[in-house]
């Protein structure tokens, strides 16, 4: 791409976007990004900025549901159900939260957010 083609534009239809998306393919596809302090570079990370601001828009995604959540990170750190009891309670009550069985409380919350690096936000989520 040489730089008479470096013209941004607002992405407002679904047929810019997949222009956007075609035309940041050409940085990614190249060896190496281009440096940030070049005009090339300034141009990806404008284009990239645009790119982002129609996704968040267009395309949110939703927090992971709080039990997903839960057990997602029990799988990466490869946690078993006793495990979370400090962080729950009794082994019991964690199969029950596991099996949807009983809410996570706030207090819960608290715990998970910190002894597994959840976000509280996807903890929180009905």
């Not at 035309?23 to 190249?30: M, S, V």
């Not at 900025?49 to 968040?56: S, V």
């Amino acid at each position: 791409m040489n730089e008479s083609e470096w013209v941004l534009r607002p992405i407002r239809t679904e047929q810019d976007y997949r222009a956007a998306l075609q035309c940041a393919e050409a940085f990614f596809d190249a060896p190496e990004e281009p440096d940030p302090q070049s005009s090339q570079g300034a141009y990806f990370d404008a284009l990239l900025t645009l790119i982002e601001a129609y996704e968040r828009k267009h395309c949110p995604i939703d927090p992971p549901d709080p039990i997903e959540a839960i057990k997602f990170r029990m799988e990466q750190q490869g946690l078993k159900p006793k495990d979370l009891q400090p962080m729950i309670g009794g082994l019991n009550r964690v199969y029950e939260v596991l099996a949807r069985k009983r809410p996570l409380t706030l207090a819960m919350v608290r715990k998970l957010h910190v002894g597994l690096g959840i976000a509280a936000e996807s903890l929180i989520r009905q």
